[in-house]
């Protein structure tokens, strides 16, 4: 894996739990991430059946997306907070993955979680990329766009050089988001701009206004752990 040096780093987290009493820790941890010292940016997420932003829920498995001011601080969050310390003891399945910007367009709740600090970023080496995509969707397009949904992840599902791929969502419906693994930067053009059912949903996301806010972010993964569904997909 690409060996990168950087200051403002991310990292995403995808816990598997036993039980769908794995939900109380998305209230629970909220006060905890909101004192965790050098977090700058985070979302806790619940998780689709699908490889994209589906209705179906995934109450046993959560994921963390967040913003660090440095390496430092993930490392402190992972060795002392008990966040981490109940995913080392309660955990079925752990993946998770340091990731370094490389660009961003857009904002999440009102503002860029990486202070512009992406665009400024090189693009990598020609390995693997981490794309995470975030809408809120406006009330009045929702049954739209969640039609268009099984086309797109069917595309997804065979499209070469996708490694892995979630769906994701703050709140049900309206609040989603992907996050997904490519084996290059020209494998995600390939499926941006090559594959005609997610140009489509592209064309009417812009023609028909439907989302309220939107991001989309590219990073380099380089170091992750665990597993993802059985494999690490980075390996």
């Known amino acids: 894996m690409t ?7 991310a990292s995403f987290h ?20 909101r004192r965790a010292g050098g977090l700058l940016f985070w979302r806790l997420l619940g998780t689709g059946r699908g ?16 913003v660090w001011r440095g390496e430092g601080d ?5 060795r002392a907070s008990p966040i981490a310390a109940r995913w080392r003891a309660e955990a079925c399945e752990a993946w998770h993955v340091r990731l ?29 990329v981490a794309v995470l995509t975030r809408a809120s969707i406006r009330p009045g397009r929702l049954l739209a766009f969640y039609r ?19 769906g994701m969502g703050e709140w049900p419906l309206a609040r989603q988001a992907t996050f997904s693994l490519w084996r290059d930067h020209e494998a995600v053009r ?33 170091a992750s752990e665990g597993t993802w569904e059985g494999v690490d997909p980075l390996r």
């Open 3 to 9: 060996a990168v040096s950087t200051s403002t780093i």
């Open 74 to 78: 993930l490392e402190e969050f992972l």
């Open 190 to 222: 390939a499926f941006a701009y090559r594959g005609r059912a997610h140009r489509r949903v592209i064309e009417r996301v812009r023609a028909h206004d439907w989302y309220a806010e939107e991001l989309f972010a590219r990073f380099i993964p380089y």
């Open 148 to 166: 268009s949904v099984p086309e797109v992840d069917e595309l997804l599902r065979r499209q070469d050089g996708c490694l892995a791929s979630i």
């Open 14 to 33: 995808l816990i598997r739990y036993g039980s769908a009493g794995a939900m109380k820790h998305m209230a629970f941890d909220r006060p905890l991430l």
């Open 51 to 66: 490889r994209t932003m589906s209705l179906g829920a995934d109450l046993r498995r959560w994921a963390l997306f967040a």
């Open 100 to 128: 370094a910007p490389v660009s961003s367009r857009g904002a999440w709740s009102g503002r860029d979680p990486f202070d512009g600090l992406a665009a400024r970023r090189g693009g990598g080496d020609g390995g693997p």
